[in-house]
């Protein structure tokens, strides 16, 4: 504000930090000397002429009787773009035009958006992926029809990086960030053309800068709590125009696959359409990338946070150690809806994850809803180095947390055991690696960090019992 003080103008500025219940008259006694104040809004209430923050202000100061303050809106940020310094001084100038005129010459209007300009247009930067780069034959899974089961065949890594990413570099993620190594492994064992929805989330949010977007496959962005109701909306239209011939014009490949990819918070919120979706049994994929938290909005727990994991809604202290109860095992709710495959999958076990996406293709293809897990990590809130993602991850598996399985119609097979590996280790191994548990070692949360041993202890058990009786 110094800039203008200068200039003998008092300017300042306010930020509630809430909004419910709205403090309306604490903020219609601040404005009641002010001229005039811009608002600016990070978020437009469409045919509201004004965001939400403005309409509130606007009645606070109506309803305290405050009707000459000249209030100008202004929504700002859209598409995530940057607000600087001087954006903000631009927002003062308005405000102080508003006070010596008078008047308001545009009360509302959005501010730092691109002008529907032609020459201003988004240029193409990515040109389309080719089918036939796609499909490269070298992935291969036949059925026996004598015992049903399916024989898959992977190559090295290596000959699979040919393939283009469906997903393009230059994305916001953060620095380790390991959603997309996590989801481009995955893809790279999916043969031919995508449909790809992904709920709102980290993988969403950075890869979708207005103007321009990373997805390089066909893409649908939906909220959290109805990704799989319309991804399988789409399903069904897809497969009924086909057998209608309503799209044989367009010369569309008979093998799309539909996947959606969701965050833990997508499968809080969206658990309920996500079951829905497996009970109906419709052909596609739900691929949820698991870091353990609302990342997008704050890192607040998720109902995958383990015990005693520290989160901006799980804090550690003289009061609590982190969370307060254990994390819902996903995988085996939705291999409790009896779809024909599930599977965990890391990237600690690479060819595991390639065979295990390309029986989910196969599955989603030919016999219904395929569900798969796969844990990625978060650095910058799991509090951890971002060059040692991969170990993390190691030892998540190795530890037994995070076990590598699959659900085949029914029957439970452990794809990677640490231990006849020779590889398991203590929990507490992994847990030390991460500032958001490494309060687990000391000895005041000694309770806790047994707690969550026995737990996972328990349920590698039962793993390991369905691993050896297939009724189970």
Partial sequence: MTSFARRGIKAGSIAPNMIRPFPAKEIAEVL???????????????????????????????????????????????GGKDFYAEDGHHFFELAIEAANTGRVEVPFDYYGHTPGDPDKAPKRVIEPMKYEDL???????????????????VPPIRQLTKKPKRLA????????????????????????????LFHTGCAMVVTTGYPYSSHKATYIHNLFQSGAATLSGVVEMFWERKRRGELDHL?????????????????????????????RNHKMIILEYDNEGYMNTGAQLSYSTPLGHRTSTSNVGKHQGGKLFHHKDTPQIMAATNIPYVFTGSEAAPQDMLKKAAKAQYYAQNEGLVYGKILITCPLNWLSEEQIGQTLI????????????????????????????????????WLKNMGKTKHLSKPEYAEALQAFENEVERRWSRLKAKHENPYL
């Avoid at 291969?140 to 024989?151: N, P, S």
């Avoid at 010369?251 to 996500?274: K, S, W």
């Avoid at 598996?397 to 990677?416: A, K, R």
Wanted: proline fraction near 4%; glycine fraction near 16%.
């Fill in 32 to 78: 009641k000397n002010v001229k005039a104040v811009t608002i600016g809004d990070r978020a437009d209430s469409y045919g509201a002429h004004g965001g939400n923050m403005t309409l509130e202000i606007k009645a606070a100061l109506f309803t305290a009787g405050n009707r000459d303050t000249k209030v100008v809106s202004r929504v700002y940020g859209l």
């Fill in 135 to 153: 499909k490269t034959g070298l992935i291969t899974v036949d059925k026996d029809e004598a015992t049903g089961q399916l024989k898959v065949k």
């Fill in 169 to 196: 570099p230059g994305h916001g993620a953060c620095p380790g960030c390991g959603i997309f190594s996590g989801l481009e492994l995955f893809f790279k064992g999916i043969e031919g053309d995508i449909v790809a």
């Fill in 251 to 279: 010369n569309l490949p008979a093998d799309f696959t539909f996947v959606m990819i969701t965050g833990d918070g997508g499968m809080d919120i969206g658990m309920g359409p996500a079951i829905g979706a497996a009970l």
């Fill in 394 to 429: 190691d030892q998540a598996v190795n530890s037994c947390f995070f076990p590598l399985y699959e659900v085949e119609n029914g029957v439970t097979t452990i794809t990677f055991n640490p231990e006849e590996k020779g590889k398991r280790i203590p929990v507490g191994d």
